[in-house]
């Protein structure tokens, strides 16, 4: 007999339920002192001292043993190799799904615009790619090839001159689907670096590693701390929490498929969150069921456990319409709409990182291979921020080209402005293109 599994179950018909999800739901990624010192030594040491201090940190941390820095670059055949070495349908579904995310991405490009005004002044915005871009990716077990596609493809779609990959090599050893999906990606340049010194490297740059302009992926909490500090000298993707999923179901959906969405997010890690919301209490029993029943089955059945009974729930609502206001203040990373009719709910929905509508649309096919990015914004900050896309790799810049007829008109403008802000010599040089 399966163990009974200890899943919260919230109702907002309750009393303080608004104030229970909230406890729930809150997460602070608050860096340990000690970790914030440890990084911001190892920022500062592979600033002054480039690659010595990165050959030194790279010794000790992945006990990887070079005698010089330009032996932890990978050659762009290794790549190749490990691409040409993988079984023939693995390769397959990695060359589709790049193939579906690149296609995905290409709607997403922005395009330079103008305009003309009657008296000739042209306004305007250029659209460019960063030069360059650094994308960290996890090593050992902690590999995630799909990763390296959701982050990289962005990158080239959007013209990015160069991406730099930098990945750890513990003891040596590499991932090769890892590699494989560099090489299937585009990735320009790899280095065999991590942690927060790999971080340090990207930023400042060393006599090796070349410095970008914005580094995304994600990493343990020395990485996350790392970029957190280097913020400001070059730009970054997010500082991710846990992962996360808030199924609304209406009791239409095998409870089987739902359970397994559940787990399909609780795997990740015991901080990741699993939720269900339905108006059906019966319907929560079903599910509830299934999970214990199948939990045994799981290969991550510890983590998952612990992670729906730390911070997973099955939450009855009064109606849809109730559920859609909880996913609105849950602002969710993943939402699945397990209804049989979602549109009404959909309409309903404004706060999510992405939203797989319908029974069939289960959030593991947009992990891998749908084509919309996995790099979504989680804890709430789907209210104000977006998936990865092209347009984290593209930087706008505005044009103005005044005539001489535009430049008088304007200035006399600018120049009243300017004096009720007492900011005269802005006013002189206004003033100084107006027609007399």
């Known amino acids: 007999m399966s163990e009974a599994l200890r899943i919260r179950r919230l109702d907002t018909a309750a009393e303080g339920f608004w104030a229970e999800l909230e406890r729930l739901r ?14 911001t030594e190892i920022l500062e040491a592979v600033r002054r001292r480039g690659d010595e201090a990165l050959l030194a940190y790279t010794r000790r941390f992945d006990h990887l043993q070079v005698a010089h820095a330009r032996e932890l670059e990978l050659p762009r055949q290794r790549l190749e190799t490990a691409l040409a070495g993988l079984d023939r349908e693995l390769r397959q579904a990695l060359e589709l799904a790049a193939e ?86 585009g990735v320009d340049r790899v280095f065999t670096i991590g942690g927060a010194q790999a971080v340090a490297a990207l930023a400042y740059g060393t006599e090796t590693v070349p410095a970008v302009d914005k580094i995304v992926g994600p990493g343990n909490i020395y990485v996350a701390t790392a970029k957190r500090l280097v913020f400001g000298v070059v730009g970054i993707d997010m500082i991710a929490g846990p992962s996360e999923v808030l199924v609304v179901a209406d009791g239409s959906a095998d409870p089987e498929w739902v359970a397994v969405d559940l787990f399909a997010q609780a795997e990740h890690d015991e901080r ?96 891998y291979c749908a084509g919309p990015n996995h790099v979504l914004p989680t804890s709430r900050t789907a ?50 293109r107006v027609h007399r």
Request: glycine content about 8%.
């Open 26 to 39: 809150a997460w602070e990624e608050v860096s340990d002192p000690q970790v914030v010192a440890t990084v």
């Open 100 to 185: 579906r995310i690149r296609t995905f991405h290409e709607r997403e490009v922005a395009r330079s615009w103008s305009y003309t005004e009657p008296d000739g002044t042209e306004l305007g915005q250029r659209v460019t790619p960063l030069d360059r871009a650094g994308l960290y990716v996890p090593g050992g077990q902690a590999a995630y090839p799909s990763s390296v596609l959701m982050n990289a493809i962005p990158a080239k779609v959007a013209g990015v001159g160069e991406v730099i990959m930098v990945v750890p090599a513990p003891g040596g050893r590499l991932n090769e689907l890892v590699l494989a999906a560099a090489a299937v990606a």
């Open 272 to 367: 990741a969150q699993a939720l269900l919301a339905c108006p059906d209490p019966a319907y929560l029993d079903l599910v509830q069921r299934e999970m214990e029943r199948l939990l045994p089955g799981m290969e991550r059945r510890e983590v998952i456990r612990r992670s729906l009974e730390g911070r997973g729930a099955l939450i009855r609502v009064r109606d849809l319409e109730e559920a859609a206001e909880v996913a609105n203040r849950i602002a969710p990373e993943h939402l699945e709409l397990s209804l049989r009719d979602p549109e009404p709910v959909l309409a309903r929905i404004r706060h999510a990182g992405a939203i797989f509508v319908g029974h069939h649309s289960a959030e593991a096919l947009g992990d």
């Open 383 to 432: 209210r104000f921020s977006s998936p990865l896309g092209v347009y984290d790799f593209q930087k706008r810049t505005s044009i103005l080209r005044c005539s001489p007829q535009g430049a008088s008109a304007l200035g006399r403008t600018a120049a009243l402005l300017a004096r009720g802000e007492g900011l005269t010599a802005h006013a002189r040089s206004a003033e100084l």
